[in-house]
């Protein structure tokens, strides 16, 4: 993990108090760095070395404050969702996550004791999900902080999940429930966001969770590896994913809104709102695994997801194609086409 900055080698270039570049290596990151090959970040390159047979899976999410985080959220929640994110993309291309590099932009009011909290989070997520940190930089990002996490994961060889491997027929399942997270987003940003829908102390506290610390289904992969055809996890939110993996696999895939899980939350406005319940649905930042499943292998899916204390649910079946060039997603609730008034997801630009 290295520095590069112009300005006395700190990463704010003003504040003589702070520790200076490889002096913050050295207390915050070093100690993180427990692979033999990241020689305690004092090189300016890591030797991994992946298990014999094993292919690695390399995936990179940025995340910025105030567009996929809110900066005054506790430095050790944005720490381990800029991990997780990361690691719900390995999980559903059936890798297990072992190591992750880290790129960080401070901003110019950072401090010791924000980073400090920030090298705790990310501490306890590697404990947690038994992966360490191997490398990165660091650099000044001016008013806004800014995180990249590139996380490395091993399979089998040969054994990765794509999103194009989905046949007609596959039934289409996902984990976990959906909508909750982008319902706290909407929380967070106006408290009365809600208030006609009436949801109890509980319910508020589960969607804001839900939003602030995603809990990314690194248990699952090796199940999804074994049964699924196809694969990826839900970010974007459920019709927009749906679609990245219909068009991947050249399927139509046609989901049961009266099938998808949802918390009791969620289902609370859905009943109150529905356009509002739909563009929850939408939102994205949910973490959940979407995946196309053989039928043949349904029953072993949804038994060995049950092993790992995975939930997992049927929401519908894939089918040819009318256009073979590109796939579709039909959402319907008892025979009612909703496709027109779901919200396509979130867009990054």
């Known amino acids: ?68 985080f809110f900066a005054d959220d506790p430095p050790e929640a944005i720490a381990s969702k800029a991990l997780r994110v990361n690691l719900s993309d390995l999980a559903a291309k059936g890798a297990v996550p072992r190591a992750y590099l880290l790129g960080l932009g401070l901003p110019d009011d950072w401090t010791a004791v924000w980073l400090e909290r920030f090298a705790c ?23 806004r902080l800014q995180i990249s996490i590139t996380a490395i994961g091993e399979l089998p060889e040969g054994t990765a999940v794509r999103r194009s491997g989905g046949s007609a027929g596959d039934l289409l399942y996902v984990t976990g429930t959906l909508g909750d997270a982008a319902a706290g987003l909407r929380e967070r940003l106006d408290a009365r966001a809600f208030d006609h829908v009436g949801l109890e102390a509980d319910e508020l506290r ?27 996890d839900v970010s974007d939110g459920l019709m927009a994913d749906a679609g990245h993996l219909a068009r991947a696999s050249k ?7 009266d099938r998808v899980p ?20 939408g939102g994205g930042d949910d973490y959940e695994i979407l995946c196309l499943v053989p039928v043949d292998k349904a029953a072993a899916f949804e038994a060995e997801a049950a092993l790992q204390r995975c939930p997992v649910t049927c929401i519908g079946t894939a089918s040819a ?11 319907q609730q008892a025979g009612v086409d909703l496709t027109d008034v779901s919200p396509d997801g979130f867009r990054h630009f």
Do not use: W
Not at 121 to 141: C, E, K, M, P, S
């Open 121 to 143: 989070g990310l501490n306890g997520d590697q404990a947690a999900f038994d992966v360490t940190l191997v490398g990165g930089d660091t650099i000044r990002a001016g008013d």
């Open 321 to 331: 194609s009318m256009d073979k060039s590109q796939g579709r997603v039909i959402l």
């Open 251 to 257: 399927v139509d895939l046609h989901i049961d809104l």
């Open 1 to 68: 993990m290295t520095g590069r900055d112009d300005r006395n080698g700190r990463p704010d270039g003003q504040d003589s108090q702070r520790p200076g570049e490889f002096d913050l290596i050295r207390a915050y990151f070093a100690p993180l760095a427990r692979d033999p090959g990241s020689l305690g970040l004092t090189d300016d390159a890591t030797v991994y070395h992946p298990g014999e047979g094993c292919e690695l899976v390399l995936t990179k999410d940025m995340l910025s404050a105030n567009v996929h």
């Open 262 to 281: 949802l918390s009791p939350a969620l289902r609370r406005i859905l009943a109150a709102e529905r356009r509002l319940g739909l563009a929850c649905l």
């Open 206 to 232: 589960h969607i804001l969770h839900r939003y602030l610390l995603p809990q990314p289904r690194v248990a699952l992969a090796p199940v999804v590896r074994a049964h699924a055809s196809a694969a990826m």
